[in-house]
């Protein structure tokens, strides 16, 4: 059947099966930007940017938007569709339990665009600008989003043009708690918890040091998105009845009990006390590297936790490639595509102060990078 060796903790992995992909992965990661060739951009003229860029990866995307005309706009959307496109590639030569995962995981970009429309909707941008937010990905094209925000009159409308999609019950639900609480962060939230759900499942069929190493992995994004929502419900008032329904409890560190006794406590410190004694319980390395840093810093700023939250992420997936690379599994495919999202999302962001004349120590706040 093939070559199935076992790592130092005696799991087996099948390395033949990736025989296809790792060849093309061995080459994309080697390709990844430095974090000084990023910041380096910073504060430079979107033409200097868009020169630099052009021989990256995305130099195929960025010719091709040319000829429409390239804007920040256009250079944004050649970002995500290499980012697109990579993922594809990599699904084409990878073995059907992993096409199946990386499947679920690129439902994480359509789900991004649905908040951006509903976003723009509630927010009551004319369809130029709101374009200027939303990224169109997978079945949502950049003519279907046009016509649905100009046939939408409003948040409603929007969900209603959406319902032959898989979201739309799950919208149709979310709604109904918006109408009632006001908060439309809710909706975003039940976005999540249906991706994430199916991102989960689809690691059933994998086996080994493979499932381990996805579970490791997805099983920290989705720590990462649980604490982001008890934290930011628990600020809006919430009350943990309704915080308990958007929760994903699926890791294998911070379960329902767990997730329970973050809840429960009186403030965000002692919540965030709370998920470090879970992870020393687990014996979960990199949940407790994350977790140590916000408990140490005395943290009291959501958007500061959320930062350190993805920083850890960014940091985490750099530890498994030098952790793994020997070996030949899922994590080395996970870890490159989270680092190289990170590395559009950065770019991204460096694109839009230029854009808008932001300075650039503000710009570099926005970034996530390792330390």
Same mark, same amino acid.
């Given at each position: ?13 099948c ?7 790792? *060849?093309?992965? &061995? ?8 974090p ?13 940017i ?19 005309g ?10 995500l ?5 990579t ?7 990878? *073995? ?15 789900? $991004? ?20 937010? #939303? ?11 046009? $016509? ?5 009159? $409003? #948040?409603?409308?929007?969900i209603d043009?959406?319902?032959?999609m ?12 918006y ?5 439309f962060?809710?909706i ?9 759900h199916?991102?989960?499942?689809? &690691? ?32 809006m008032? #919430?009350?943990?009845n309704? #915080?308990?329904?958007?929760?994903? *409890? ?7 009990k ?33 977790f ?32 793994? &690379?020997?070996?030949?599994n ?16 950065n770019l991204?962001?460096?694109?839009r102060?230029?854009d808008?004349?932001?300075? *650039?120590?503000?710009v ?8």
């Amino acid at each position: 059947m093939g070559e199935e060796q076992k790592n130092d903790g005696g799991l087996l992995m099948c390395a033949w099966k990736y025989k296809r992909v790792m *060849p093309r992965l &061995t080459v994309d990661k080697l390709k990844l930007m430095e974090p000084n060739q990023i910041t380096g951009l910073v504060g430079m003229s979107f033409h200097h940017i868009s020169s630099v860029l052009e021989n990256t990866p995305y130099r195929a995307e960025i010719f091709e938007v040319r000829t429409k005309g390239l804007s920040s706009l256009s250079l944004e959307d050649a970002l995500l569709q290499n980012f697109i496109k990579t993922c594809e590639d990599l699904m084409e030569l990878s *073995p059907k339990d992993v096409r199946l995962l990386l499947s679920a995981l690129l439902m994480k970009f359509e789900a $991004n665009c649905v908040k951006a429309l509903l976003r723009a909707k509630e927010a009551e941008l004319s369809v130029e600008e709101a374009m200027k937010y #939303i990224m169109p990905v997978g079945s949502l094209s950049e003519a279907r989003c046009r $016509n649905i925000l100009e046939n939408s009159e $409003n #948040i409603a409308d929007v969900i209603d043009s959406l319902s032959d999609m898989e979201y739309g019950s799950v919208l149709e639900k979310a709604f109904a708690v918006y109408m009632k609480e006001k908060a439309f962060y809710l909706i975003e939230v039940a976005l999540d918890r249906h991706v994430y759900h199916k991102i989960w499942r689809a &690691t059933v069929k994998f086996r080994g040091l493979d499932k381990k190493i996805a579970r490791t992995v997805i099983g920290l994004e989705i720590d990462s998105v649980n604490v982001k929502t008890i934290l930011r419900c628990k600020a809006m008032g #919430i009350s943990e009845n309704q #915080i308990r329904r958007y929760l994903i *409890p699926a890791s294998e560190v911070f379960g329902e009990k767990e997730l329970q006794e973050a809840m429960s406590c009186s403030d965000m410190q002692s919540t965030i006390d709370s998920l470090v004694e879970s992870a020393k319980r687990a014996r979960a390395r990199d949940h407790q590297y994350i977790f140590k840093e916000l408990q140490e810093l005395h943290v009291t700023s959501l958007t500061t936790v959320e930062t350190i939250l993805d920083r850890g992420l960014v940091e985490t997936n750099l530890r498994i490639m030098k952790r793994y &690379t020997p070996f030949f599994n899922v994590g080395l495919l996970l870890a490159f595509l989270n680092l190289k999202w990170f590395e559009v999302k950065n770019l991204r962001a460096i694109i839009r102060g230029a854009d808008a004349g932001i300075a *650039p120590d503000r710009v570099k706040k926005l970034l996530i990078l390792q330390r």
